[in-house]
Nanobody, 123 residues
Framework: QVQLVESGGGLVQAGGSLRLSCAAS??????MAWFRQAPGKEREFVAA????????GYGDSVSGRFTISRDNAKNTVYLQMNSLKPEDTAVYYC??????????????????WGQGTQVTVSF
């Protein structure tokens, strides 16, 4: 079983930056992703990356501002968030897909989840 531990959330002013980290251990996953969920809203796809080749995908609301990357040696995936907006405020979750190497954009495609980390962007 894959275990995921997120870190790096916090409070930042609009226009600022944060970097989230997700350390993976255990059974090998094939695709890693970040989702987010704001109060009263559905969980939203943010970004995904395939471990081996490094192919990536982004949600429309973050494309051009967020960058997902991975460090294979550390089994860690990062989400660099720039030009943050108040509407980016949410709990951010790291997720792993073990079935295949697919940039999946729905939460049901991922079978392992981290505990979540809060990101708050103030005006």
């Amino acid at each position: 079983q894959v275990q995921l531990v997120e870190s790096g959330g916090g409070l930042v002013q609009a226009g600022g930056s944060l970097r989230l980290s997700c350390a993976a251990s255990g059974r090998t996953s094939k695709t890693m992703a970040w989702f987010r969920q704001a109060p009263g809203k559905e969980r939203e796809f943010v970004a995904a990356i395939i471990w081996g080749g490094g192919s990536t995908g982004y949600g429309d609301s973050v494309s051009g501002r967020f960058t997902i990357s991975r460090d294979n040696a550390k089994n860690t995936v990062y989400l660099q968030m720039n030009s943050l907006k108040p509407e980016d405020t949410a709990v951010y979750y790291c997720a792993a897909r073990t079935a295949d190497y697919t940039i999946a954009r729905t939460s049901s495609a991922y079978d392992v989840w981290g505990q979540g980390t809060q990101v708050t962007v103030s005006f």
